[in-house]
Nanobody
Framework: DVQLQASGGGLMQAGGSLTLSCAAS????????IGWFRQAPGKEREGISC????????YYADSAKGRFAISSDNARNTVYLHLSDLKPEDTAVYYC??????????????????????WGQGTQVTVSS
């Protein structure tokens, strides 16, 4: 079975840094598409950063550029989202999502979250001012 386990959220002060983890099982990331999303109360789910094997590129939303970065540890089958210079508006539940085989570009996945097949359970990030 494919499973995604997101973790690492917490309560942070503005300006701080945090790393979220998404541990994947049931597939490897070599041909996969993996992305990070967030959803704040009353808002739509927002694609933050998405990587796809289709083009080998990582897409970042404007809200993430320069502050967030995605990385992976293939040995651990884990993808990370590094958050820095956190702002109160970054407060949200953060989710990781995956397709076992990438079918679309990272930008497409980030802008069409329904394209992903598998989702983690989410981890809460709260940023205080």
């Amino acid at each position: 079975d494919v499973q995604l386990q997101a973790s690492g959220g917490g309560l942070m002060q503005a300006g701080g840094s945090l790393t979220l983890s998404c541990a994947a099982s049931g597939f490897t990331s070599d041909d996969a598409a993996i992305g990070w999303f967030r959803q704040a109360p009353g808002k739509e789910r927002e694609g933050i950063s998405c990587f796809s094997s289709v083009d080998g590129r990582t897409y970042y939303a404007d809200s993430a550029k320069g502050r967030f970065a995605i990385s992976s540890d293939n040995a651990r089958n884990t993808v990370y989202l590094h958050l820095s210079d956190l702002k109160p508006e970054d407060t949200a539940v953060y989710y990781c999502a995956a397709d076992i085989v990438g079918y679309y570009s990272g930008s497409y996945y980030c802008q069409n979250y329904n394209a992903y097949t598998y989702w983690g359970q989410g981890t809460q990030v709260t940023v205080s001012s």
